[in-house]
């Protein structure tokens, strides 16, 4: 098994686990830009909880890695252009962006963090999980399997060739910017499906019970739409929340599940099981405060979701006593840790 320090001082080993960025959102939700795809150094310096100047530095010294992860510095017309494609508002002559591939590598170097450090373990548990599960061989005319892997490879041409394109091709052209983000939203919805498809193969192949850890979320995110919901009002009665109602339908008035706590107090929850490289913005969280307070004048209001949340709505959610149960808080909900206010 890879331990911790290999992976701190060798750059092989952390070119070839790159492509596990998922594991960021496992440790802690992490906001991105309104482009949807980078972060500043100050928002990275935030989730590691470390200062500005350790990011700086680890920069410096570790520069040419991390833009071989994808690190970039705008400046002069490619920044102004950055910001009226993004809806950014700054007046900074400079910005460093960090995609979560860098944002992955900057947890691989830095020492000095406790979210750094379990990014690592968690990552090494996963690539332990990997290497030494079984692997079943299946028959040669398995066409569901064959199926799988034609849509991991469309999936993985259109997420490292075609959108990147896209982008590149948004932020150098004004005249065709408009068709161009069309198209790209339309190449994104393709991704998407096929990713969900492919996670719903998983999901039938995969056995039911003795699952591990590792799989949990992979499981939730194979689920339509009413059993993450039936899941979620499971974990519920789990935790002695009683008058457990799951909604559905479209008379649910913006509300899915609606129980009881021990205590006798009205908990209503909002189901959302998007992909993980998706976020819940704030204008979600709005929508479901005035159904939570004004329509069912709730005492405990929830927030479930299969990814993370956007800064402003985190901010929201908490000025307004809503929980958000973001992908992390929800594994951990999954796998036995009660939630703090229902208990």
């Known amino acids: 098994m890879i331990n911790e320090t290999a992976l701190l001082e060798s750059q092989t080993l952390r070119g070839s686990v790159l492509d596990r960025t998922d594991v960021l959102d496992r440790v802690k939700a992490l906001s991105l830009l309104p482009d949807g795809m980078h972060v500043t150094t100050a928002m990275v310096a935030s989730y590691f909880d470390v200062g500005l100047e ?20 705008l400046t002069g017309e490619e920044l102004r252009s950055f910001k009226n ?4 508002q700054s007046r900074t002559r400079s910005l460093a962006l960090f995609p979560r591939r860098a944002v992955l590598n900057i947890a691989m170097l830095l020492r000095d963090s406790d979210v750094a450090r379990q990014v690592r373990v968690y990552l090494l548990d996963m690539e332990y999980l990997a290497r030494t599960q079984p692997v079943e061989n299946s028959a040669p005319a398995d ?47 393709i991704e998407k499906r096929l990713q969900q498809h492919h996670t719903r193969l998983q999901r039938l192949e995969a056995p039911r019970e003795g699952r591990p ?64 490289h998706l976020s819940i913005t704030s204008p979600e969280i709005q929508k479901f405060l005035g159904a939570a307070k004004v329509l069912h004048d709730s005492e405990v209001a929830l927030f479930v979701a299969t990814c993370p949340f956007t800064r402003d709505a985190l901010n929201i959610a908490a000025q307004s006593g809503i929980t958000a149960v973001h992908r992390g808080l929800l594994e951990a909900w999954s796998a036995g840790k009660a939630l703090t206010v229902l208990e």
Request: hydrophobic residues 40%; aromatic residues 2%; glycine residues 10%.
């Open 85 to 88: 494609l993004s809806g950014i």
């Open 213 to 276: 850890l590792a799989g949990v979320m992979a499981a939730m995110d194979a689920m339509n739409g009413r059993e993450f919901e039936e899941h979620v009002a499971e974990l519920l009665r789990r935790d002695g929340c009683t008058n457990v109602v799951v909604q559905g339908g479209g008379r649910d008035r913006g509300i899915d599940i609606t129980a009881l706590t021990t205590e006798g107090r009205r908990i209503v929850v909002q189901c959302k099981r998007f992909a993980p």
């Open 143 to 189: 066409t569901d399997s064959l199926d799988a892997r034609i849509d991991q490879r469309i999936t993985h041409i259109l997420g490292r060739t075609v959108v990147p394109l896209f982008n590149a091709l948004i932020e150098t052209s004004g005249e065709h910017r408009r068709e161009l983000t069309a198209l790209r939203a339309g190449v994104q919805r």
């Open 54 to 73: 350790a990011i700086k530095s680890l920069v410096k010294d570790h520069r040419t890695e991390l833009e071989a992860s994808g690190y970039r510095l």
